[in-house]
């Protein structure tokens, strides 16, 4: 590509300073009458980067043509088109992309701006659109208002999601309740890991699944955290093992869950005291259970939340196995921290207990985790973002 003019450096940088990224080509005489231009790789990076189009797994062929939507800026105005991406078959099938209508707003050479943005792709004429101007500026304020909902990263990762959507049905990794996280970090290329810090560059990933029946969400959980052993009566999670568990085959386990309300079936309840400052998990035969310092699970909350995609999916059987489509994600920042207490008294957050004694005597806890229904996230997270992963 040719050096960008002073101009076009000034009009790029109007995207770039609001957080959109941009594709830039530069289609020769010979593109503009063959109507081809090619897909440099910085361009199809983006296209892959921002789940629009994956050159790398499309087929050779007219029958592999893919057309994504597509508005070309004529003058102050956007006029709706199409683009084609596709791979020839001769050749190394380069890629190639193409917006009808473009001739007659390109010449040869032009800089072109594309920005992935409003579930389409938005050319600009960096060469010759006056985009400063009062008249264009304005048609460009949806656009350039899209940028900064969020970040950098939180686009990349956004994009990837949309990315692995438009593949439909992926087979499961793993088995049970977790499955559905293993396969989307699988996918994203994350290794299964138990830390507390955010899984993806800052941002943590939550997968929940959609019920089959009503399609509401499961739980998803917020974080994990023992309780204060100093100031409980039992003293590890064994001993409320052996207080509270059930026999299942050769094992003896506590998988429950507990809540303010009242007792559940293991007889098992939780008590709020914000005087105090402190979270007691109280039950039919004993007072203190187990307790946590709210100034903790706030902590907690705050550090492992500061942002999260809380990502949705619903399984499928193909071929007799389990397979998932991921279809939406909520993004949050910022946990409002001090919700919680008030929350889990109102059995919006809710706790999980997960804890096994093998026949060998091993104990393993899983929890305490601490849960809440995506539907939920805007009482505990200022301002939800909702982004589809299939449109």
């Known amino acids: 590509m040719r050096a960008l003019t002073e101009s076009e450096k000034d009009r790029l940088a109007l995207f770039t300073s609001r957080g959109l990224r941009v594709g830039l080509l530069q289609p020769t005489g010979t593109a503009l009458e063959k109507s081809i231009i090619d897909a440099v790789e910085p361009f199809r990076d983006l296209l892959a980067a921002t789940g629009v189009h994956d050159f790398a797994s499309q087929g050779q062929g007219q029958s592999h043509k893919v057309q994504y939507p597509a508005r070309l800026l004529v003058g102050s105005d956007w006029i709706e088109c199409t683009a084609s991406l596709y791979r020839p078959e001769t050749k190394l099938g380069d890629p190639r992309i193409w917006f009808a209508g473009l001739k007659r707003l390109v010449g040869a050479n032009n800089i072109l701006a594309v920005v992935p943005a409003l579930g389409r792709l938005n050319l600009i004429n960096l060469t010759r659109d006056a985009i400063e101007s009062r008249d264009v500026s304005e048609a460009l304020a949806e656009l350039l208002d899209s940028g900064p909902s969020i970040d950098a990263i939180a686009r990349e990762l956004l994009g990837k999601l ?137 902590q907690r909350l705050s550090e492992k939340h500061p942002a999260t995609f809380w990502v949705a999916g619903k399984s499928a059987v193909v071929d007799g196995r389990e397979h998932f489509v991921f279809t939406g994600v909520e993004y949050t920042t910022n946990p409002m921290t001090e919700n919680l207490g008030a929350l889990i008294g109102s059995d919006v957050v809710t706790l999980d207990h997960l804890i096994r004694r093998y026949s060998d005597g091993r104990v393993t806890e899983k929890g305490p985790l601490f849960k809440i229904r995506p539907k939920d996230l805007g009482l505990l997270f200022p301002s939800p973002q909702s982004f589809s992963l299939t449109t």
């Open 162 to 298: 949309k990315a692995i959507a438009r593949r439909g049905p992926v087979p499961a990794i793993g088995h049970g309740d977790t499955t559905i996280g293993m396969t989307l970090e699988h996918l994203l290329g994350l290794a299964p890991n138990s830390s507390k810090k955010p899984d993806y560059k800052g941002i943590e990933l939550k997968v929940s699944r959609k019920k089959r029946s009503g399609g509401q969400q499961n739980r998803v959980n917020l974080f994990a955290q023992v309780a204060d052993w100093s100031l409980s009566g039992c003293r590890s999670s064994a001993a409320i093992l052996d207080l509270f568990g059930y026999r299942v085959g050769p094992d003896f386990k506590l998988s429950c869950t507990v809540a303010a309300s009242g007792f559940n079936s293991q007889g098992l309840r939780l008590q709020v005291d914000d005087k105090s400052g402190l979270l007691t998990e109280t039950s039919k035969i004993r007072d203190n259970v187990a307790v946590w310092r709210l100034a903790k699970l706030r």
